[in-house]
């Protein structure tokens, strides 16, 4: 079920400092440590020796050192010190993955090393835009990565999930367009004339009816990144204030999952209580989303129903995303050319994909 090359969200570059971070990825545990000079190192988390985590160590130099014998491995893997011994087994030392750190947060690839190409690293940039003031945060969700997915490619649960922060009646009543790529997808929705919704009237100051709208671009494994905007309806959409909300989706294991997010503006950027009500509210409608998940995430599972037992028209978007990492995993078992026109952004009609998927 993994898309393994692939770049993964898998901490904010400011929570690894001197101690080694534990973090599971794809069912696989392991450590983030710093060595000489900050460079960060990724390695396998488990001692060489008796197989203890090597996150319950401690670092040294440019090392981890085991918490259990003192065996200390550097920032490549290998065995560098026992502490008993001169000899060093050839067979001393643990995987490492490669890692980069880009509009902080840390990515680690999970494929194939040679297959890591800086080049794809998820385009975070308006975290770090000095045209943009941005909030961050984290949730760990314990749910299948695909239901978050799923959750931002139909925003028409804003209506009912998030009625006491960012959705009213007026969001799920609007049509969806989705539009497909070779490499993404995107969802939209314009909503107009609606009553601003709690949220908007503190985080804009608008108190009349505005228009609204919200593109989720998503890029497979598990990125988006929502444009969203609204102004006033009886103004025009160049007064319109503007956010951009940005969500990086990282498997743990099958069931849990990594969910960092950030809110970017571009209005009022030196406004720091702003900021801090954007980030509290958005931690709160993600806790909202996070209770749902987790619900339907127990109730698929004592069920063993599939994900889509029934599929609405909005759910075009969710299940072309599941189609795009179900190819996207087939091909990295058993890579084939693509047929041609495949991606030419044509939609399979919602039916046809209702009738092949499972
Ligand atoms: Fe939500």
Redesign the pocket.
């Known amino acids: 079920m993994w898309i393994k090359n692939a770049w993964y969200a898998a901490a904010f570059s400011d929570a690894v400092t001197v101690d080694p971070v534990p973090v599971t990825l794809l069912d696989t545990p392991m450590v983030l440590f710093r060595g000489d000079g900050g460079r960060l190192a990724v390695l396998e988390d488990r001692c060489p020796h008796r197989s203890v985590p090597l996150s319950f160590g401690r670092r040294v130099g440019n090392t981890i050192r085991c918490r259990y014998h003192g065996l200390q491995v550097d920032t490549t893997g290998a065995c560098v010190r026992i502490p008993c011994q001169e000899r060093i087994p050839r067979g001393a030392k643990v995987k490492t993955y490669p890692v980069i750190e880009r509009h902080g947060l840390v990515w680690i690839w999970m494929g194939q090393p040679e297959g890591a190409d800086e080049a794809s690293v998820p385009d975070f940039s308006y975290l770090d835009d000095p045209a943009w003031t941005a909030c961050v945060g984290y949730h760990f969700v314990e749910a299948d990565y695909r239901l978050i997915n799923d959750?931002l490619l139909d925003l028409s649960?804003?209506s009912y999930?998030?009625d006491t922060t960012i959705g009213n009646d007026a969001v799920a009543q609007a049509p969806v367009s989705v539009e497909r790529t070779q490499t993404q997808l995107r969802v939209h929705r314009t909503i107009l004339k609606c009553d601003p919704p709690p949220f908007y009237v503190k985080a804009t100051g608008f108190t009349e009816p505005i228009n609204r709208w919200h593109t989720t671009i998503f890029t497979p494994p598990a990125t988006h990144i929502i444009e969203n905007g609204s102004y006033p309806a009886t103004a025009s959409r160049n007064q319109a204030l503007e956010r951009r909300v940005l969500h990086a989706i990282s498997p743990a294991t099958r069931t849990s999952s990594h969910y960092f997010w950030g809110v970017a503006r571009q209005y009022r950027r030196g406004d720091a209580a702003l900021t801090e009500y954007i980030r509290t509210q958005t931690a709160a409608?993600f806790d909202q989303?996070k209770e749902i998940l987790e619900l339907q995430q127990q109730a698929l599972a004592r069920s063993g129903k599939p994900p889509f037992s029934l599929a609405f028209e909005t759910d075009s978007g969710p299940i072309q995303a599941r189609r795009m990492i179900d190819q996207l995993v087939a091909s990295e078992a058993a890579p084939v050319p693509a047929p041609a026109g495949d991606n030419a952004g044509t939609l399979r009609s919602i039916s046809a994909q209702l009738r092949s998927y499972p």
């Open positions: 959750n649960h804003e999930v998030h409608t989303d």
